[in-house]
Antibody, heavy 122, light 108 residues
Framework: EVQLVESGGGLVKPGGSLRLSCAASGFTFSSYSMNWVRQAPGKGLEWVSSISSSSSYIYYADSVKGRFTISRDNAKNSLYLQMNSLRAEDTAVYYC???????????????WGQGTLVTVSS | EIVLTQSPGTLSLSPGERATLSCRASQSVSSSYLAWYQQKPGQAPRLLIYGASSRATGIPDRFSGSGSGTDFTLTISRLEPEDFAVYYCQQYGSSPVTFGQGTKLEIK
């Protein structure tokens, strides 16, 4: 069974930093591109960042470019999101989500974690 | 960036009825790269449809997707109590991928 479990969320002051983690199991993590998608309270979904299976290709939404860094450790079956210079508008539930392709990119999301809440407030 | 507009914002129906949800794109979605997700309160989104009309693994056949170009539809043929949720469309034919704002399907 595919499982994605996020952790690392919490309350942080504007300008602060936070590192999110996503532990994957039930599939060959190193074969799949992975993503972060966020959802502000009561709002819709917003793609944040994507990373290819070998970390060769990385993409960011304009809203987080230069502030967030996505990475992965295939030996630990883990995905990360380092978030710096946080703003109030970054407040959201952050989901890690798997790309369905085991040999490239399809750019939609077939499995999602339960999410971790990040609150940016003074 | 492709903007997806979903309508209606809220749809009130009864179990057993047919639901038709619309997703309109600001420009053509290449190769019908359009997905639909269901989200219940406090839960993560769940993939229902990809490629505009292909059901994801384990999705009941009462869910169907159709459309091409700029107009897409998710149809639920006979609503079950567990189908009342928020539904999002997502295009993945152009970068960045984008989502619609959602349609809330509520019990009448």
């Amino acid at each position: 069974e595919v499982q994605l479990v996020e952790s690392g969320g919490g309350l942080v002051k504007p300008g602060g930093s936070l590192r999110l983690s996503c532990a994957a199991s039930g599939f060959t993590f190193s074969s799949y591109s992975m993503n972060w998608v966020r959802q502000a309270p009561g709002k819709g979904l917003e793609w944040v960042s994507s990373i290819s299976s070998s970390s060769s290709y990385i993409y960011y939404a304009d809203s987080v470019k230069g502030r967030f860094t996505i990475s992965r450790d295939n030996a630990k079956n883990s995905l990360y999101l380092q978030m710096n210079s946080l703003r109030a508008e970054d407040t959201a539930v952050y989901y890690c989500a798997r790309d369905p392709s085991s040999s490239g990119w399809l750019y939609y999301f077939d499995y999602w974690g339960q999410g971790t809440l990040v609150t940016v407030s003074s | 960036e492709i903007v997806l507009t979903q309508s209606p914002g809220t749809l009130s129906l009864s179990p057993g009825e047919r639901a038709t949800l619309s997703c309109r794109a600001s420009q053509s979605v290449s190769s019908s790269y359009l997905a639909w997700y269901q989200q219940k309160p406090g839960q993560a989104p769940r993939l229902l449809i990809y490629g505009a009309s292909s059901r994801a693994t384990g999705i009941p056949d009462r869910f169907s997707g159709s459309g091409s170009g700029t107009d897409f539809t998710l149809t639920i043929s006979r609503l079950e109590p567990e189908d009342f949720a928020v539904y999002y469309c997502q295009q993945y034919g152009s970068s960045p991928v984008t989502f619609g704002q959602g349609t809330k399907l509520e019990i009448k």
